[in-house]
C-alpha cells in the first residue's frame, strides 16, 4: 500500500486485513482517495466497517460518528463492537471458518487495542 499520512493499525499479529479508524468524514475521504475508492460516509449509524479491495490488498475501514457527544466507555464499546467486524472480514479473507477459541479471543484483542491506540490518537489530534 502506498504512503499516506493517515494512521494504520499495526498488523504484526494479525494477517488477512488492514484496518484503520476514521473520526472524521474527512478522515474517511482522505482514506478513500488514498485506497482510489468510493463510498459514501453513511451519516445515520454511529459506527460503521466498511470493506474494501484496493490493488491487491483488503481493507477494513472503521468509521465512528459524533463520538465527541459520547461517553468515551460509549464510544470504546462502539469501536469494540467494530472490531468484530474486522475480525469477520479477517476470517472471510484468510478462508477461516471455524477458529479456535483462543485464537480468535487474541484476534479480538489485538484488532481491539489497535483500534483503541487509533482512537486515543485521532482524538487528541481532533481537539487539538
Known sequence: ???????WANRSLLQGVYFTLCLTEKQF???????????????????TTYHF????KNVSVVVIRNWKDRDRNAVLGLIAH????????????IG??????EIEAYAMQNITQELFELYDKLSRKSKA
Do not use: Y
Request: glycine share 6%; with cysteine; hydrophobic share 25%.
Open 29 to 47: 475521504n482522505a482514506v478513500c482517495k488514498h485506497l482510489s475508492v468510493e463510498a459514501d460516509f453513511n451519516h445515520s449509524h454511529h459506527g
Open 1 to 7: 500500500m502506498k504512503k499516506t499520512t493517515h494512521p
Open 82 to 93: 467494530e472490531a468484530m467486524h474486522v475480525w469477520q472480514e479477517t476470517k472471510r479473507i
Open 96 to 101: 477461516e471458518t471455524n477458529p479456535g477459541r
Open 53 to 56: 479491495e484496493s490493488g491487491d
